[in-house]
Nanobody, 126 residues
């Protein structure tokens, strides 16, 4: 079992930066591939970025490539999302998620993630 708690959301002007953190509890964190998803009002929950259990493999949605960076620390049991050059269309609730520890690779599919945080709001004003 893995419990996830996000932090770091807030309001920022376009072009600004935010760093989201996901604190994980549970003895298997280092074995769980992680990801960040986001959901804007009236829209689906979509993948933003994903990282493998060891951190050596990452995936980014096309809309955030070159602006966002996902990372993790298996020592600190944290996963982070550095968001730069933010745009109003990045406004959403951001969720941290984890796959079961039986998987080592990333996935862009929401259905592959079984552990979820409660979400943190990111608002980008123009």
């Amino acid at each position: 079992q893995v419990q996830l708690v996000e932090s770091g959301g807030g309001q920022v002007q376009a072009g600004g930066s935010l760093r989201l953190s996901c604190s994980a509890s549970g003895r298997t964190f280092s074995s769980n591939p992680m990801a960040w998803f986001r959901q804007a009002p009236g829209k689906d929950r979509d993948i933003v970025a994903a990282i493998s259990r060891g951190g050596g493999s990452t995936y980014y949605a096309d809309s955030v490539k070159g602006r966002f960076t996902i990372s993790r620390s298996n020592i600190m049991n944290t996963a982070s999302l550095q968001m730069n050059s933010l745009k109003p269309e990045d406004t959403a609730v951001y969720y941290c998620a984890a796959r079961r520890e039986t998987y080592s690779s990333t996935s862009s599919s929401r259905a592959d993630y079984v552990y979820w945080g409660q979400g943190t709001q990111v608002t980008v004003s123009s």
